[in-house]
């Protein structure tokens, strides 16, 4: 099956500053890669996808980028904001219907 | 609304006692799926659901059953519980046409 790993797992950056996360797949069949973001306490509520006929996509200060051939998707937050701090997971799935996790980053966004 | 539902959001059990929990959306969604969250280990796939009376093991299925007789609900079913089955649980939902997965609010179960 489908084999996600995320890293890294911890990220701690500075208010203003990107923030990088990364993600490798191992299901070349894999053509939906969503993100979401867990606030405490919260749901996963989905910030980004992109699906495999696309290489980047960009909403605002959040953006994804995804090579196929190497089978890594990364998400990009520039100008980050303490609102940011959240745990972030990527998945990789052949349709909506399963979802293969990462193990998810932590990301603390510091004033 | 549009939204994902889940009942109860928190339960504390005994081993082995039966128990349900729910779960229903009122997007019209084909797909439906459940997840565990354990710390360390992300979200794991327990079951999914393409649609009505179609359903398939996903990675963590072991002492879990659904079922799916109403396009609406998706109940998770523990049989006889026991203390690993200790976590948070979350309902999704999704179309077919934009893979989007939704989720519940979360169901924390804790097994003594």
């Known amino acids: 099956g489908e084999n996600v790993e995320q890293h890294p797992s911890t990220l701690s950056v500075q208010e203003g500053d990107s923030a990088v996360i990364k993600c490798t797949y191992s299901?070349?069949?894999?053509?939906?890669f969503p993100w979401y973001k867990q606030e405490l306490g919260k749901r996963p509520q989905l910030i980004i996808d992109?699906?495999?006929?696309?290489g980047e996509k960009k909403d605002q200060r959040i953006a994804v980028t995804l090579n196929k051939t190497a089978k890594h998707f990364s998400l990009h937050i520039t100008e980050t904001q303490p609102e940011d701090s959240a745990v972030y997971f990527c998945?990789?799935?052949?349709?909506?219907?399963?979802?293969?996790f990462g193990k998810g980053t932590s990301l603390l966004v510091t004033p | 609304e549009a939204q994902v539902t889940q009942n109860p959001r928190y339960l504390i059990t005994v081993t082995g006692k039966k128990l349900t929990v729910t779960c229903s959306q009122n997007?019209?969604?084909?797909?439906m799926s459940w997840y565990r969250q354990d710390p360390g280990l992300g979200l794991r796939q327990i079951y999914y659901?393409?649609?009505?009376?179609?359903?398939d093991k996903g990675d963590v299925p072991e002492g879990y059953k659904v079922s799916r007789k109403e396009k609406r609900n998706f109940p998770l079913i523990l049989e006889s519980p026991s203390p690993n089955q200790t976590s948070l649980y979350f309902c999704?939902?999704?179309?077919?046409?934009?893979?989007?997965?939704?989720f519940g609010p979360g169901t924390r179960l804790t097994v003594l």
């Open positions: 992109i699906r495999s006929n696309v």
């Open positions: 299901d070349s069949a894999s053509n939906y």
């Open positions: 659901s393409m649609n009505v009376e179609v359903t």
């Open positions: 997007m019209n969604h084909e797909y």
């Open positions: 998945a990789a799935s052949r349709g909506g219907y399963a979802l293969n």
């Open positions: 999704a939902s999704s179309s077919q046409v934009t893979d989007t997965q939704y």
